[in-house]
């Protein structure tokens, strides 16, 4: 069955420090790929997304991720976070050809202390 | 503000009881989706709906069952609930219904179930 892997539960990080969060899946066929934030107390909104084309894909307030076929990953970066980043944060896909309903990671809690 | 309208937006009641949760879904989309969220299970998707019809079902227990009408509004009925069922309930909705281009789901507040 599919799956997605967020490799981390909760990361704490200082203002300006580099993100990177970590998203596998297990499919092997042709997925499309989400990151998905939620802030505390909020509905879940889209960071980016990856469909085809160049892997490496930006997103909204500074985001990008990198899809890496052989891999299996799609891990998210951010080269200096901010505290207004602190939310949880969900790696999701779905499979090509399938009913579109998305496959959730367990999601990873960012804290950002000021 | 994602479009996607879901009411109520807190539930409080009692084991055994039975309540309906609301989605209207963003201006054109015809696929919803109704995803749980707990602290232990994380997201899981319950059932998506396209156009009228049931596409896809996940972990959804027997007790609940889910609805879209001709308006692409959606219910979701939860029965006999337990203290298990206490969690927030999300809906989504999307262009399309298969895994194609354009299947960006876009969530709505989400309605908090509270089972005591």
């Known amino acids: 069955a599919q799956s997605v892997s967020q490799h981390n539960h909760h990361v704490i990080l200082s203002e300006a420090a580099s993100l990177e969060l970590g998203c596998n899946y297990s499919?092997?066929?042709?997925?499309?790929l989400f990151w998905y934030v939620q802030y505390p107390g909020q509905h879940l909104q889209l960071l980016l997304k990856?469909?085809?084309?160049?892997?490496l894909v930006k997103g909204i307030k500074g985001f990008e991720a990198e899809f890496i076929k052989s891999k299996f990953s799609f891990n998210l970066r951010k080269p200096s976070v901010q505290w207004s980043d602190t939310a949880e944060y969900f790696c999701?896909?779905?499979?090509?050809?399938?009913?579109?309903?998305?496959?959730f990671g367990k999601g990873t809690k960012l804290s950002v202390k000021p | 503000d994602s479009g996607v309208t879901q009411t109520p937006k807190h539930l409080i009641t009692a084991t055994g009881q039975r309540v309906t949760l609301r989605c209207s879904p963003r201006?054109?989309?015809?696929?919803v989706y109704w995803y749980q969220q707990s602290l232990d299970q994380g997201l899981q998707f319950l059932i998506q709906?396209?156009?009228?019809?049931?596409?896809a079902k996940g972990n959804i227990l027997e007790r609940f069952s889910a609805q879209q009408f001709p308006d692409l509004h959606s219910e979701l009925n939860l029965s006999s609930l337990e203290l298990g069922d206490s969690a927030l309930y999300f809906c989504?909705?999307?262009?399309?219904?298969?895994?194609?281009?354009?299947?960006?789901?876009?969530f709505g507040q989400g309605t908090r179930l509270t089972v005591v």
């Open positions: 989504a909705s999307s262009v399309g219904g298969t895994g194609g281009m354009n299947t960006e789901a876009f």
């Open positions: 999701a896909v779905n499979r090509r050809g399938s009913q579109g309903n998305l496959i």
């Open positions: 201006s054109g989309d015809l696929s």
């Open positions: 709906y396209y156009n009228g019809e049931e596409r």
């Open positions: 499919y092997g066929g042709t997925v499309n």
């Open positions: 990856y469909f085809s084309g160049d892997p």
